[in-house]
């Protein structure tokens, strides 16, 4: 599956639709996953990243029933989920609360009136920091929008998918993922400005190297890890800052002065110094993927790494394992970790020759030391989500 197109993968999840419904479905919408190049917990911080969106998506089929009746299939676990409109369960997993979650909060919003059969399918690692969940959010959205006939507003989109994270899973969680999967263009990357909610895009090749992924293996929920604690860390950072000033600043709007006066509060000072060192980094990043400097994108993202290992303190000991041994390789420019943290996948930047090379000797090292076999390989891009016709 993993190297399906998305015509590919829309046309597989049509048959599986029929076979579980006994009927065709209606219409769908695919949503990608995503790799984020720079610019790390930086979103809810009202920063600047840099992510895209890569050939791995979440397809969601979708029919209209004429009771209030809901059924949801999803492939990745085998288990069908049955509900009503009338009365909507909240799940009990936390891929069901996702799903419900969306089904729920669009039914607030939008007050849906009849039943539907979902199927749902995909390619994206679940757990992997490549945003399945948000890929599955977006997805199930905008089929649902199409079926009711709704127009779409990508920001309302990205509105609904916050709130379902926030309110159904307890994740404190800004709109990265998300935001990547509605607006990536294929052959362009995107900067993000998250205090304005807009971005921009770049034209941007390069040639003689690939975006490598390797996965950890080591899956983390967000809810259940230190995720929410940095939210609340830099926040209260901010608090100290702000504390006694009239004109009280965002994050995105601190400089050195402002984080001299946390030097007395060293947790909140790294928090604080690893995201505006962050955004910083998003600006020289695009500057070197203009010139199409490898050397200068990899020495970036291995400052990136830096600052999230030792300021927000988000990697573990496979994640250290991996980025050392990638290090070691001919033709490794650079690389770090990706996503929420405590585990899940290192983004890195090879040359092309060497690509073979480096995933069967980071193989190699990972199950010597693990005894487990790493998930690696090479991401391209993708256009953002999009809606169909069966």
Not at 347 to 360: A, C, D, G, R, T
Request: charged share 25%; aromatic share 10%; glycine share 6%.
């Amino acid at each position: 599956m993993d190297r399906v197109s998305e015509n590919e993968l829309i046309d597989l999840s049509k048959i599986q639709f029929k076979k579980i419904f006994n009927y065709e479905a209606q219409l769908g919408s695919i949503a990608p996953g995503r790799i984020n190049i720079i610019g790390e917990h930086t979103d809810y911080n009202l920063g600047l990243a840099m992510p895209q969106a890569i050939n791995r998506w979440v397809c969601t089929l979708i029919s209209k029933r004429d009771d209030n009746n809901i059924n949801i299939y999803s492939s990745a676990f085998k288990k069908l989920i049955a509900t009503n409109l009338d009365r909507i369960s909240s799940g009990k997993e936390n891929w069901e609360k996702y799903i419900l979650g969306v089904v729920k909060a669009l039914d607030d919003k939008i007050n849906i009136k009849n039943g539907f059969d979902i199927f749902i399918g995909g390619n994206i690692s679940i757990g992997a920091g490549i945003s399945s969940s948000a890929a599955l959010e977006v997805s199930i959205v905008l089929s649902i929008y199409k079926m009711i006939n709704k127009k779409i507003d990508k920001i309302k989109v990205l509105e609904i998918c916050n709130y379902v994270e926030k309110k159904y899973l307890g994740i404190n969680s800004g709109m990265l993922d998300q935001y990547a999967s509605l607006f990536s263009h294929r052959d362009k990357i995107m900067i993000i400005d998250f205090s304005t909610l807009n971005h921009e895009y770049f034209k941007f090749d390069i040639e003689n190297a690939s975006w490598v992924l390797v996965n950890s293996m080591v899956y983390r929920e967000l809810v259940t890890s230190k995720y929410n604690e940095r939210v609340e860390e830099c926040k209260k950072g901010l608090d100290i800052i702000n504390k006694n000033k009239e004109n009280k600043k965002q994050i995105n709007e601190i400089n050195e002065i402002d984080l001299s006066k946390l030097e007395s509060h060293e947790l909140y000072y790294k928090r604080l110094l690893h995201v505006i060192s962050e955004n910083k980094r998003v600006k020289m990043m695009k500057d070197a993927m203009l010139s199409k400097n490898v050397h200068l994108i990899g020495k970036l993202l291995n400052e990136s790494h830096a600052s999230l290992f030792q300021n927000y303190e988000v990697s573990c000991d496979e994640i250290e394992s991996i980025i050392r041994i990638s290090k070691e390789q001919c033709g490794f420019y650079g690389g770090r970790i990706m996503g929420g943290g405590f585990g899940g996948c290192t983004i890195n930047l090879v040359e092309k020759s060497k690509v073979n090379s480096f995933i069967k000797n980071v193989e190699k090292h990972f199950f010597t030391k693990y005894n487990c076999k790493v998930a690696i390989g090479c991401v391209n891009f993708s256009k953002g989500a999009f809606t169909f016709n069966n």
